[in-house]
């Protein structure tokens, strides 16, 4: 084992699956039975889940709604996701608890880095909803910003696709993965929006480690937690990870 805690960032879209919108179960049941095999190995998991598939504020800004509301509104999508997921998980028999940023005790628990601390040493998967709960940021950063608050070795960035590539691989057949890159090569190259540049910028001022890979092939989150060659390690230094 080669990581012993990460933390996993989906997207909205990409818990949507064959829908446009909303939770598709069978997604969510998937990525549960990968996560229980990486679990196996004595890793621990925490999960943060965008709200795209529901509301993505920068969006839905504007005709009177504010954009403090309409990321308020995203925040709340991301929780819809993790409460769906956190059903689903157990369901699976995946020991999951979902915290939330925005405080919604009715729904799930409140996020506190010692709550999240002991649910993660007590073997759990830990579902975070909401962000950091305050506007302009998303869920990329907030991804950031909780892989370095619970001390992970390494933020998974999940991705339609293989990893990084040199350019579109849905526009160019030519497109070349690219195995490594360091984290300062990232903010600076426009073409690379597999993240936020603010969430990139973060992982750089704190050397945290990425890595961007597809998590719906049977198998890569146990071998990205092995440490086996998996989509694209970005690092302080190339192939520092």
Not at 105 to 124: I, P
Not at 218 to 228: D, M, S
């Amino acid at each position: 084992m080669a990581y012993k805690r990460v933390l996993l960032k989906l997207s909205g879209e990409q818990l949507a699956g064959k829908y446009e919108f909303g939770v598709d179960p069978e997604i969510a049941a998937f990525l549960a039975n990968e996560i229980k095999q990486a679990l196996a190995t004595g890793c621990q998991l925490a999960l943060v889940v965008g709200g795209g598939n529901m509301v993505r504020g920068e969006e839905v800004a504007g005709n009177g709604i504010r954009r403090v509301t309409a990321d308020q509104m995203g925040m709340l999508s991301g929780l819809i996701n993790c409460m769906a997921m956190t059903d689903i998980f157990e369901a699976q028999g995946l020991s999951t608890r979902c915290l939330s940023s925005v405080f919604a005790e009715q729904l799930a628990e409140n996020y506190s880095y010692r709550r999240a601390e002991k649910h993660l040493v007590n073997g759990r998967v830990v579902i975070i909803a909401g962000g950091i709960a305050r506007p302009y940021f998303t869920h990329d950063t907030a991804a950031v910003s909780y892989g370095l608050e619970l001390d992970c070795e390494v933020v998974l960035k999940a991705t339609k696709v293989e990893g990084v590539f040199d350019k579109d691989p849905a526009k160019f057949k030519d497109a070349r993965l690219l195995p490594e890159m360091t984290l300062n090569e990232a903010v600076t190259n426009g073409a690379i929006a597999v993240m936020d540049k603010a969430a990139l910028g973060l992982a750089l001022e704190q050397n945290q480690p990425l890595i961007v890979f597809n998590p719906m092939v049977k198998g890569n989150i146990a071998r990205v937690i092995a440490g086996e060659a998996v989509g694209t390690k970005i690092g302080r230094e190339a192939g520092g990870l």
